[in-house]
């Protein structure tokens, strides 16, 4: 079992920057992969950022792609999505998920948080 929390949403103008972290509770944790996700109200779950479980290899969403950075800290439990040059469209609920494989799509994720609000304003 992993439980996943998330922290560091907020509100920012556009143009700026935040990190997100998700602490992940278990002894396991450098198993999985880990992934973002966001839903923004009205829209469905999408895929945002992923990283392996050595975190040798990422993956982006287009619409994030050279905005985003994806990283985790194994001795620590903690994935982190460093958001730079942020677009009011990017206002979601972020979502950190976990899986033992890797994973874009939101059907094949083992291991949801509850998130963590982001607000862009223009």
């Known amino acids: 079992q992993v439980q996943l929390v998330e922290s560091g949403g907020g509100l920012v103008q556009a143009g700026g920057s935040l990190r997100l972290s998700c602490a992940a509770s278990g002894r396991t944790f450098s198993r999985y992969a880990m992934g973002w996700f966001r839903q923004a109200p009205g829209k469905e779950r999408e895929f945002v950022a992923l990283?392996?479980?050595?975190?040798?290899?990422?993956y982006y969403a287009d619409s994030v792609k050279g905005r985003f950075t994806i990283s985790r800290d194994n001795a620590k439990n903690t994935v982190y999505l460093q958001m730079n040059s942020l677009k009011p469209e990017d206002t979601a609920l972020y979502y950190c998920a976990a899986r033992l494989g890797l994973f874009t799509a939101a059907d094949l994720v083992d291991y949801w948080g509850k998130g963590t609000l982001v607000t862009v304003s223009s």
């Open positions: 990283i392996s479980w050595n975190g040798g290899d990422t």
